[in-house]
């Protein structure tokens, strides 16, 4: 057992890294949340990390890997700072958890276009991901959410052209030898 895990309560912390990915980053960021004994600390250093990165989460693997540790860290550190009658009502932030889900979800209904509806299920995914409210409150409004959305999308979703719902969605071609002039 690590140093670490003596000293701050929880699961130790990984010293095993799988074979890909930025070791000396991993190493770094797990000898750097040892450190983190605090909720505080730990829910401070998610949202600012979620903020950071919201742009490049699904494109760097190292990332997710940190993101994911950084979760451990606050989902270990809230059942050891609070009871679970607060973990079951109240986000982290501060926030009452039907308040949020009730709070998003007639945003979402209220969205006047897809865009704006993309933005707040976004803005809800970023903010509000697990460990910050528990995963089933969190599921159960991510799911009504991401219907809404479907249905949004689905309405006239073919009517705008390829070319530019790739410029909307920021959408970049991997493969370019995939594409035709048909679907332009």
């Known amino acids: 057992m690590t140093r670490a895990a003596k000293s701050a309560p929880g699961a130790a912390p990984r010293t095993d890294y799988p074979p890909f990915g930025d070791q000396t980053a991993r190493k770094e960021w797990t000898d ?4 983190v004994t605090t909720l505080r600390n730990a829910l401070d250093l998610l949202i600012d990390w979620r903020r950071q990165h919201d742009r490049d989460a699904l494109e760097e693997a190292d990332v997710l890997w940190i993101e994911a540790r950084i ?8 059942f050891a700072e609070l009871s679970g009658e607060f973990i079951e009502t109240t986000a982290l932030t ?12 007639a945003a979402a209904r209220a969205a006047v276009d897809v865009a704006a509806l993309e933005a707040i299920v976004t803005g809800f995914r970023r903010q509000y991901k697990p460990p910050v409210i528990p995963t089933v409150p969190f599921l159960r ?3 009504e959410l991401a219907e809404l959305l479907i249905l949004r999308r689905s309405k006239g ?6 070319v530019e719902l790739r410029r909307r969605r920021s959408a970049v071609l991997v493969n370019e030898g995939a594409a035709d002039e048909d679907d332009v």
């Open 157 to 162: 979703w073919y009517d705008e052209p390829l």
């Open 94 to 105: 501060g926030e009452p958890i039907a308040e949020v889900c009730d709070t998003a979800l």
């Open 32 to 35: 750097r949340l040892a450190g």
């Open 71 to 78: 979760e451990d860290r606050v989902a270990v550190l809230r």
């Open 141 to 143: 409004s991510e799911t």
